[in-house]
Each structure stands twice: as C-alpha cells, then as structure tokens.
C-alpha cells in the first residue's frame, strides 16, 4: 500500500504564491502517477495536476496551466505542487493522490488553499 501525507496550504493574497508537499510512503516502487486534485465548496472534485513517477512526464488541467508546477523528488520520496498567481478561485481542499500497482489509489487528508482578493 501507499500512504500519502500533505504539507502547505494555508492563506495567501491573490498574486501569490504558495508550495503543497505530498510525502510518500510504504510500496513506493509500484507508484504510477502521482498528482493534486481540489475540491471547492458544492463542486466537484477536480484533477489540477499529476506526474508520472518514473518518466517525469507532467499534466496540467487549462485552468492552472502557467501557473502551477507539479514536481517530484525521488530521495525525499515527495512530490510538489508549486503555485503562483494564485486566483481566488484557486480556493479549494488540495488533495495528493497516487495511483498504484496500475489500479489502486490512495489519497491524502487533504490541506485548504485560501486566497483571498
């Protein structure tokens, strides 16, 4: 299994920036993908970002294209969600999600990104 832990998130004015962490741990070696998703209130969930673990290769939803770089460390076993010109329609519950073994997920607690206008 795969267990995965988030760091970051917070309050940030529009324009700003701010970093997630998503630490893994446990079955590291059969990870696929890993990525961020966000959930804003009375929506749904939404892919923002993922990264295949091993090519590096990235994917980008339109609306964060420019704006955020997804990134992974593979010593520090993390993978980060770099965020600039932050919108307050940023705002959201971030959630680190790895897919594994080719057809298990596993998900993190999620952390809330606040911007404010």
């Known amino acids: 299994q795969v267990q995965l832990v988030e760091s970051g998130g917070g309050f940030v004015q529009a324009g700003g920036s701010q970093r997630l962490s998503c630490a893994a741990s446990?079955?590291?070696?059969?990870?696929?993908?890993m990525g961020w998703y966000r959930q804003a209130p009375a929506k749904q969930r939404e892919l923002v970002a993922d990264i295949t673990y091993g090519s590096g290769r990235t994917n980008y939803a339109d609306s964060v294209k420019g704006r955020f770089t997804i990134s992974r460390d593979y010593a520090k076993k993390t993978v980060y969600l770099q965020m600039s010109s932050l919108k307050p329609e940023d705002t959201a519950v971030y959630y680190c999600?790895?897919?594994?073994?080719?057809?298990?997920?596993?998900w993190g607690q999620g952390t809330q990104v606040t911007v404010s206008s």
């Open positions: 446990g079955s590291i070696f059969s990870i696929n993908t």
């Open positions: 999600n790895a897919l594994w073994s080719g057809s298990y997920y596993s």
